[in-house]
């Protein structure tokens, strides 16, 4: 079945930089668009970054552009998020979504990683 | 960006009731290829997020024929005919027609 499981959260003080990986299983990896969405303790989703099933053509949320960079790696079919110069409202938890083949619709969220920017 | 609105925020259903969830969005959700990306999630306490409904009104895989979806352009509403007490948790309607895809601020249902 399909799988993705997140890694790399953790403390990290603000300015910092941290690395999340989503490894994914159970389907065929280098068809599908994958995202990044991030949900704040006790409050909503937000959409945080997109790439699509080759890596060329990538999309942003506002709050992270040039701060964020999301890649691919379909060789070992994981995603990245690479997080840096970090803020304490980037505080949350982070999802790897996987969209459908076809696009334009997130239908499986991994287990989630938590990121705490504190000093 | 597309700013979506949803209501209630808080619904107490008696088991065995319907509910209702209403989502609009401040413009259109048409996309250039005529789809309507418009998905609603269920987020259980302490699980990650889980699609029900996708293109307004196209349930997913396993989800019972309780939920139900509609609308079109920028009001869209989702049904649960029955609720039961697995039903309890946060559902979130989600736009994909333009970037950056955004979501509701979440209403919570609860049973009285």
């Known amino acids: 079945q399909v799988q993705l499981v997140e890694s790399g959260g953790g403390v990290v003080q603000p300015g910092g930089s941290l690395r999340l990986s989503c490894a994914a299983s159970?389907?065929?990896?280098?068809?599908?668009?994958m995202h990044w969405v991030r949900q704040a303790p006790g409050t909503g989703l937000e959409w945080v970054a997109y790439?699509?099933?080759?890596?060329?053509?990538?999309e942003y949320a506002g709050s992270v552009k040039g701060r964020f960079t999301i890649s691919r790696d379909n060789s070992r079919s994981t995603v990245y998020l690479q997080m840096s110069s970090l803020r304490t409202e980037d505080t949350a938890i982070y999802y790897c979504?996987?969209?459908?083949?076809?696009?334009?619709?997130?239908?499986?969220w991994g287990q989630g990683n938590l990121v705490t920017v504190s000093s | 960006d597309i700013v979506m609105t949803q209501s209630p925020l808080s619904s107490p259903v008696t088991l065995g009731q319907p509910a209702s969830i209403s989502c609009r969005s401040s413009?259109?959700?048409?996309?250039?290829?005529?789809?309507?990306?418009l998905s609603w999630l269920q987020q259980r306490p302490g699980q990650p997020p889980r699609l029900l409904i996708y293109q307004i009104s196209t349930r997913f895989s396993g989800v019972p024929e309780r939920f139900s979806g509609s609308g079109a352009g920028t009001d869209f509403t989702l049904k649960i005919s029955r609720v039961e007490a697995e039903d309890v948790g946060v559902y979130y309607c989600t736009q994909a027609t333009q970037f950056p895809w955004t979501f509701g601020q979440g209403t919570r249902v609860e049973i009285k």
């Open positions: 979504v996987k969209e459908v083949s076809s696009g334009w619709t997130l239908d499986f």
């Open positions: 159970g389907f065929g990896f280098s068809g599908h668009g």
């Open positions: 413009q259109s959700l048409v996309h250039s290829d005529g789809n309507t990306y």
């Open positions: 790439i699509s099933w080759d890596g060329s053509a990538r």
